[in-house]
């Protein structure tokens, strides 16, 4: 294995959960008076916070957004999760193969973490090193939580390879000092989307976890 540390985004990485989460985002805006299509969400708000996310809309929009928005989104998301969520094709394997330290580094809450991860098998893979936006003053794309990830492993920055899928996620990395991977398999992305991970800094973009797990391998 090339890098010291390998950290993973959770969401649109290990887990097929963006376009679910982008449903229970639009359900509970619209609940508060706030219109926006999946695509609109999907082309701004991947890869950051529900709390960024209503902050940012209340700037832009004017409107405010209800104070229990984060509780009724969590439930939403609960139910949605429960009946179909599932792990990303072939993830499983892509850990086997990693020989040296890994964790996970998400915007989610480390309650949404817990029940998303838990429900695909996946939490007691990582388990107790995960990493939430939360524990830090600024989520993606500031770097400070794939930063904190990287003190509390133990291993340099640039010894570190990020898997992200989001450009808040890809920009956060670059801005750590990492190498960042793109990930462009998840169900929420569209034909342009490994453009954009490019864009943002991907050292390279895949969208297949074989294929991923090939060049880490290498």
């Known amino acids: 294995m090339r890098y010291g540390l390998v950290i993973f985004d959770c969401d649109g990485v290990l887990i097929d959960s963006e376009h679910l989460a982008v449903r229970a985002d639009v359900a509970c805006l619209a609940e508060d008076g706030i219109v926006l299509t999946e695509d609109e969400i999907l082309e701004r708000y991947v890869g950051i916070s529900v709390a960024e996310m209503v902050a940012d809309l209340e700037g832009r929009s004017g409107r405010r957004v209800a104070d229990d928005f984060a509780i009724r989104h969590a439930a939403r998301l609960r139910t949605i999760f429960a009946a179909e969520l599932r792990a990303m094709p ?20 480390h309650e949404r973490l817990r029940h998303a991860l838990g429900l695909v098998g996946l939490y007691a893979r990582f388990a107790p090193h995960i990493f939430s936006a939360s524990e830090v003053r600024r989520g993606k794309p500031a770097p400070d939580l794939f930063l904190h990830a990287a003190a509390r492993m133990r291993v340099a920055p640039e010894d570190c390879v990020v898997i992200e899928d989001s450009r808040a996620g890809v920009e956060a990395a670059v801005a750590a000092g990492m190498t960042v991977l793109g990930f462009a398999g998840g169900s929420h992305c569209r034909a342009d989307h490994a453009a954009r991970l490019g864009a943002a800094g991907a050292a390279q973009v895949f969208d297949t976890m074989v294929a991923l797990r090939s060049y880490l391998a290498d």
Do not use: M, P
Not at 93 to 104: H, N, R
């Open 90 to 109: 072939g993830i499983e394997a892509l850990i086997d193969a990693v020989a040296g330290k890994a964790c996970v580094a998400s915007s989610s809450t």
